[in-house]
């Protein structure tokens, strides 16, 4: 397939440089990991899954390049394995407090509500702290209290104001997960406003009322013409259902193409780094074309072509994805280096688990 992705030139910028990211990722590389992994999973029971996981993230991090150097994934599939054995360790203690006990579990589970902004930055310090570039490994470090009112305050907010807040709370979460950031000792910063966050959600609301006008008058003019549906017989009406029924998955296919794709764009945009900024230059066009062919491809292989289809979107995706540098690259991650190597390594935390998926 031709490479719509827009091509991306070095040339210098107000004195830096414009560096693309790059996949070199293959299909065919990425399916013997991936069918390795399925088999390996459900042979054990779930038990291999934690190293199907590493496997496959030291294979997308590898495979990803800027500027002739790949990044890299450093985790330990023990970590990972004792972090979900914890974790099903405690949904099996509250499922046997429930059958026990209603109105424990009734307490355990708003602490757990308590313990989710928790669980966030913990599973946020550990894919930090395990992903490196050019032997500099990233940090996240974040506050409790606002990593509460983020993921608990403002999804309540959302709900008793009906999704008006849910904006926000976007802004929010992504401006949490950047500014908590480091790479090295260089912190990221984030310049997005939650007024932009609010225009993307009123034009894919305007997006949703107009599919919703568009449809709903394709089912009326079927209804308002009786003559038309005798006419057209069981075979026709079917013809007819199929026509809404598609217009339909295009329309929800196109506002979720276009809320990934400038969401993505806003925030990847927004983010620097001691000067160095990102730059995103996604498509929405084109990423609801890889959502429906991604569709297609998985469906009418029985599966078997999700490894392309997740190799495909990742390089489409990184391919837009460039570092306007403000200088050159290598004196930035050298002197990063230098610092990180004066102040010493930080300690690992004791519960440095990995406890998502």
Request: no cysteine; glycine share 8%.
């Amino acid at each position: 397939m031709i490479n719509e992705s827009p091509q991306v030139d070095t040339k210098d910028i107000a004195g830096g440089q414009r560096i693309p990211f790059e996949f070199s990722g293959k299909a065919g590389e990425y399916f013997k990991i991936w069918i390795v992994n399925i088999l390996l999973t459900i042979l054990t029971l779930g038990i291999y899954s934690a190293w199907a996981k590493v496997r496959r993230k030291r294979y997308f991090y590898g495979n990803t390049h800027l500027k002739d150097s790949t990044f890299e994934y450093h985790a330990q599939p023990l970590q990972i394995l004792k972090g979900r054995l914890i974790a099903f360790g405690a949904l099996v203690v509250y499922a046997a407090v429930e059958a026990m006990l209603p109105l424990a579990a009734a307490v355990l589970a708003i602490l757990f509500v308590f313990a989710v902004p928790w669980l966030v930055i913990k599973a946020h310090a550990f894919n930090a702290r395990n992903s490196s570039y050019r032997n500099l490994r990233l940090n996240f470090k974040g506050d409790y209290a606002r990593a509460l009112a983020v993921y608990i305050g403002l999804p309540i907010l959302s709900v008793i104001t009906l999704g008006l807040a849910y904006p926000a709370y976007m802004y929010h979460r992504a401006k949490f997960v950047v500014v908590n950031s480091a790479y090295g000792t260089a912190s990221f910063s984030f310049s997005a406003t939650a007024g932009a966050f609010y225009l993307i959600a009123l034009k894919a609301i305007l997006m949703v009322i107009a599919a919703g006008v568009v449809l709903t008058g394709l089912i009326q003019v079927f209804g308002i013409l009786p003559p038309m549906a005798s006419q057209l017989g069981m075979g026709g009406f079917a013809i007819w259902q199929f026509i809404v029924i598609l217009g339909g998955i295009l329309a929800f296919s196109a506002i979720r193409a276009y809320l990934d794709t400038t969401v993505t764009n806003l925030v990847w945009s927004n983010v620097s780094a001691s000067g160095n900024q990102f730059q995103s230059t996604l498509r929405s066009r084109y990423m609801l074309w890889l959502y429906l062919s991604n569709a297609v491809a998985i469906v009418l292989s029985l599966g078997l072509l999700i490894p392309w289809v997740q190799i495909r979107t990742m390089r489409y995706r990184l391919e837009n994805l460039k570092l306007l540098a403000k200088d050159d690259l290598d004196g930035f991650v050298a002197r990063e280096q230098e610092k990180v190597d004066s102040g010493g390594e930080e300690a690992s935390e004791f519960f440095d688990l990995d406890i998502g998926i």
